[in-house]
């Protein structure tokens, strides 16, 4: 006889028809509020969840006919899934093709030798792994593009920093980047989640006619719009006289490397209530060998830092987060001004509606900027939060399955071509009072967009507007 903790939950029970993404916050009552009124609450917060989590872990144990024997087995599988970490791992199978001492690039083609353009994914570089993008079998955007026909697909796998690689620069990244597409023939579509989103932007822009496509999810263009967490926390780690001192102190504390606990704690300290929610549910599914296992996939991942370089990490923050020099047209990449207008391929755009880390007014920024034409812009609006975006089945489903068919349709197969195409002529150096966007491009209508999938975001409203929010550097004397 089975004892019945054991056993399987009843069909009911089960959450599969659930996007899965403890921790991100976008299920918390308070998920959209400025920092000091999430801390305010979190209190409260933890306590609704925990008092729903044993309420559900009731009800559920009744259903099961759990006998004592039962209820302690519970307990003794919840201590140890939520203290147990493992290292993250892939999904899919792949093979690295080559290597970097700053990244890998893996290949998961399913028909190398076919004439489909190749399509290479950048995952976030922000403390984690770069499994995020292969999470688990049903929430994978690597097997989502397969199967929706980008058959020749890579991903750049970035490694951990060391004291040997924690000078590594910006420049440094668009060199594995030039060398990644040669490799592949000298075009590519880049797909780019979060911090790999506004470095495909990047690249796309000093490197036109090498990118076939510029796909990005949750990546901050405009990185003062909107009301985002991650602004709250910069403004507060500087001072007036010296924005950037509180980031310098920790890199140095830290032999030149930003610690990638650092960075997972900072994101705990964002959505003070997540951790506390996230166990309240595992506790009340408990019962549930499914639910179990995606708890451990993600939190094995979640929980498990990566150290990034640190003059890559004080760049990032100097550059982007404080002087917001991306969509100011002031950027510089070694020699090098990053111009968004350059970018004609065709651009999708998807932000998630839940989203405290980039809120969609940061994504939607890319195209007021750009020079693609309005019919090759498409935004994506999706009931998610950051997380979410990248491995919610519903996510996956509704919106990346449709995005990567019209990628393949759009961009046919690759060029007839023994060499890799010729690196573009770089744009010439403009300042920035030179410099005037917006008469670079003619007017054009608001992108091609999927549907809202958030009540509160009327569908008439164009999701792709001009920002007006935090234009400014955040820190004046």
Known sequence: MTDAATAPAPVSDRRTDVPFEPGVGAHLEHSAEPQDVRWTFAPFDVAAAWTKGWVDWTTNAVRRGSTPL?????????????TERKQPAWSTPFRVVREWPVARLLDFSTEPGSDVVPTVFLPPQAGHASTIVDHAPGQSQVVTALEEGLTRLFVVDWLGATTATKDTTVEDYVKVLDETLAQLGGRANLVGDCQGGWLATIYAALRPGSVASLTIGAAPIDFHAGAGAIQDWVDSMGSEEDPMLGYRLLVEANGGVHRGELQVNGFKMMEPAGELTRLADLWANVGDPEHVERYRRFVSWFETPQDMPGAFYLWTVEHLFLNNELVAGTLQVGDE??????????????????????????????????STPPEDVSSHFVEAGHLGLFMGRRAL?????????????????????????????SAPKTSAAKKAPAKKAPAKKAPVQTAPTAKTEPASTPVAKPSTARKDSPKKA
Not at 70 to 82: H, I, P, T
Not at 339 to 359: C, Y
Request: net charge positive; no cysteine; glycine share 6%.
């Open 70 to 82: 039962g209820v302690l087995a519970d307990a003794q599988r919840f201590w140890s899934v939520a």
């Open 337 to 370: 001004t990053v111009d968004l207008g350059r970018i004609t391929m065709p651009v999708n755009l998807l932000a998630g509606t839940g989203d405290h880390i980039t809120p969609p007014g940061q994504v939607w920024a890319l195209a007021e900027h750009v």
């Open 397 to 425: 489903k509704e919106h990346w399955a449709p995005l990567f068919r019209s990628v393949r349709e759009k961009t046919a197969v690759a060029p007839a071509q023994s060499k890799p195409a010729p690196k573009p002529a």
